[in-house]
C-alpha cells in the first residue's frame, strides 16, 4: 500500500483529501438541519463526592440522534460544529439546556447540585461570548454559582491574555470554571496560574491505568498540583472499583465515570439523584 502511494502519491491524496471535503461538508449539511429539527440533546453525567459518595454534580454532553436513529459522537461532530462556526448556536444552546435543568435542580430536593458545559475554542474567541452565557443564565435566573464552564488548556494556545480576562469576567458572576483533560494539551504551566480556576479534571488518559503498578504517577501530580492551588480535583473516565480505591489513596476529591453512571437523559438524571442522594 504504501508502495502504491509512492508511486502515485498526488493522486492517491487528492482523491482521500476531496472524499474527507464531501464527507464533511454533507455531515455539517446534516448537523445544521437536525439542529434546527430539535436532533440535538443534552445527556448529563453524574460526578460524585469521594467522601460522602454522594451526586454533587453533572456534566452535560451533546448527542446526536439522527432522523435515522444513529447517534453520532460529539468526538466526530463537535469538530465540524468549530470548522463550520455553527458551534455558535449549539453552544448557546446547551447552556440555555443547563440553565433550564438548574432551575428545575434549584426546586427540587437537590439544590446544590451543580452542572458543567462545555466550551469550545471559537465560542471562547467571539467577542460577546461573556456577555451572551451571562444574558441566557440571567433570563433563567439561574443561581450563577451552580453553573461551571469546562474549558481545555488549548484555549490559551493564542492570546491568552484574551481568555484569561474573559474568564475573569465569568467568575466575577460567579460562574466556576474547571479546567478539562487537565495533561493532554499544550498550554504551558505557567499559565496555570493566572487563570481564575475552581476545578481541575484528571484526564481519563491519567486514571485508566491508575491501578497498575507506577501507573499512578501523573494523577499523583496531577491531584497534588492542583490541591496545592487550591482547586477542587475532579478525576474523569473511573471504571473500576480499583481505578476508585487508587483515587480515594490519593485524596482526590471527586470523580465521574462509567463505573458510576453513564451520561444520561435530563430525567434518568433526576431519577439517579432520587436514589443515589436521598
Ligand atoms: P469531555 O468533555 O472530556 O467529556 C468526557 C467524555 O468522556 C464524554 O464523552 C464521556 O461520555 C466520556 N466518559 C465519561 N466517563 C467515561 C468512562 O468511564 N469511560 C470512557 N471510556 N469514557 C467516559 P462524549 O460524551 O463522547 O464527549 C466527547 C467530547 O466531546 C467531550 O469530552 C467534549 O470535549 C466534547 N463535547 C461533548 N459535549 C459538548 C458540548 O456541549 N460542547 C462542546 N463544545 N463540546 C462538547
Ligand atoms: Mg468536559
Ligand atoms: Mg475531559
Ligand atoms: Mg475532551
Redesign the pocket.
Known sequence: LAKKSLHEPYVYYHQEMEDKTLWRLSMIRQLRTDFADNRLE?FY?PQLSLATGKIIGA????RWKTAEGKFI???VF?PLAEYSGL?IDI?NW?VDQACQQLNRLAESKFPDVSIS????IP?FKRENFVSTVIAIAQSHKVDMSKLEL?ITENVLMDEPQIIIDALVKLKAEGISIAL??FGTGFSSLSYLQKLPLDRLKVD?AFVSDIAEPGGSIIADTIINLGKQMGLKVIA????TIEQEAELKALACDEV????YA??MPADDFFSCLEKINR
Open positions: 443534552l453525567q456534566e452535560a454532553l451533546l459522537s460529539p468526538a463537535i458551534i453552544g446547551v458545559v462545555n466550551v469550545s465560542q469546562e478539562d483533560d481519563r474523569e473516565g473511573i471504571e465521574q465515570g462509567f463505573y453513564k451520561p
